[in-house]
Structures are given as C-alpha cells and as structure tokens.
C-alpha cells in the first residue's frame, strides 16, 4: 500500500487556485467549471460553442506541464492501479458522470459552492460509493491484479 | 478571441490548482478515501479551500447582472433529485474508487506525461460517448412512441 505526505499547505494553495479558476469561469464565460460538461461539448455532436471548452481543457493539461518544465516543479505522481482497472474504472466513471450530469468539480465544487440541491446529493453519493469502493478493493479483497 | 484566452488562461489556473493540490495523484486520491488504512486527510483541505473560495466568489458574483462575454449565466435549470443524477454519481463513485482518478483530477494529469492518466481518460471518453449514445437513442425512442 502507498502511503502519502499530509500536505495541507498545498491542499488549501491548491484547492485555492480551483476554486478561483471555478469563480473566474463564472465571471467572464458564465460558466460552471465542471470537467463533466467541458469535456462532453466536445464530443460529437460537437457543441457550437467548442472554442472555450477547447481552450480550457487545453490550458488544464498545459498547466501542470508549465508547473513542472517551466518551473521545475515537482509534481508527485504514483498511481497503484494495473492497466485493465484503469480501462474498467474509465469506462465506469465516464458513464456515471455522463448520466450524473457531473464529477467532482462540476458538482464537488460549483455546485456546492451555489448550494445546489442535485449538486450536494450527487457528492454525498460519489463521495460515499468511493469510499465503500475504496474500503472494498484494500480490505476485503486484498488490492487489484 | 479575447474568450477563447481567457478560458485558456483560466483551464491553466484549474491545471495548476489540481496538481499543486495533488488532485492529480491517484495515490493520494485513494488514500483520502481509506479511512480504515493509510488516510491523508489532503484532499479534505483542498475540496474545503476550493469551495470556500467558490462559494465567496459566486455570492458576489451571481448578483451581477451578466458574465462579461456573454448574455447571461448559464446555470443548471434542472432541479429534480432524480435517478439518472442518484444512480450516476454512485457509478461514478464505483469508477473513482477504483482507479484514484476523476475528471477533474485525470485531465491535468495528461500533463504530467503520465501513461496511465492516458489510459484512463481514453477509456472515459469512450464511457461518455457510449452514455450518450444510449440516451440519444432512448429519446428518440420515447419520441417515436408518442
């Protein structure tokens, strides 16, 4: 089992960034900035507003390679997971978000953050479907082969 | 064009937010979640600071009469609790718990140049797209028999 750092100092820094990302998104596109509904505008049919979603997702994936090429930032990575879970559980979150209408930052954050009924049940369930899911995989069946 | 920058400007401040936050690492992710093993209480901090933020940010902001390049906020409209929203988001959770990755977290993590944030945003898309596949073709359905 991995264990990780307790990193609150990042945590808070970074969840800050999040979340003024998410306020600027509302400000200047009038959007929620929910990775969900980005990226599903972009796939066909493709909406007609793309430009934005494109650019957004764009500057996403660019910023953390900024953070480590540019500024030589150490970004750390480790993921325990064999391939074909990684397959399984794509496949899975991408047909829960679609039809949950959104993941963490769509309802964990926006939502949330504007006390959304649909918002703060969906989180309660994802949060608590994770967790058993978590506790299942460690404890119960001893990891995955 | 001044649009499309700022989103892209502000899709970095997301990308830098996540993986500064460590979002963008499933390991920390899944240890968030095992509170009967290796718990990092991390991501606590960061869904609480994001939210706090956003939702300081919003009350101020939604009182203004529109965003600036556009005509109007475009907020959810849907307000029911219903089953595909209960049912999906405890899939999701099932797919979150297993590989540490969400959307969110997942497409920054491209980024990092790492394989397997590669493997599962490919299979996610393909989740998505066969979603919407099935539901376009049972509302055409439903249309059909009416």
Known sequence: MLTTDFTPIAALSGGAL???AAVALMAFHGRIAG??????GLMPPIAADWGWRAAFIGGAIAGPMLLTLAFGHDVTFASPIPDL??????LIVGVGVYFGSGCTSGHGVCGMA??????????LIFMGTTTATVFVVRHLIGGLS | MKRI??????????GIGI????MANPAKVLNFFDFAGTWDASLGLVMASALAVA????????????PVFEAKFHLPGNR???????AGSAVFGIGWGITGFCPGGAIPALGLGEPSAWIFVGAMLAGIAAARTVRFALQQRATQNT
């Not at chain 2, 920058?5 to 997301?14: N, Q």
């Not at chain 2, 993986?19 to 460590?22: F, L, M, P, Q, T």
């Not at chain 2, 029911?80 to 209960?86: G, H, R, T």
């Open chain 1, 18 to 20: 999040i979340g003024l």
């Open chain 1, 35 to 40: 990775m969900t509904g980005i990226l599903t």
């Open chain 1, 85 to 90: 879970w990684l397959v399984i559980g794509g």
């Open chain 1, 114 to 123: 504007r006390l959304s009924p649909r918002s703060i049940v969906a989180t």
């Open chain 2, 5 to 14: 920058l700022a989103a892209a400007a502000i899709g970095i401040t997301f």
């Open chain 2, 19 to 22: 993986a500064i936050s460590g």
């Open chain 2, 55 to 66: 939702a300081v940010g919003y009350r101020f902001l939604l009182k203004r009469p529109r």
């Open chain 2, 80 to 86: 029911k609790l219903d089953l595909p929203l209960v």
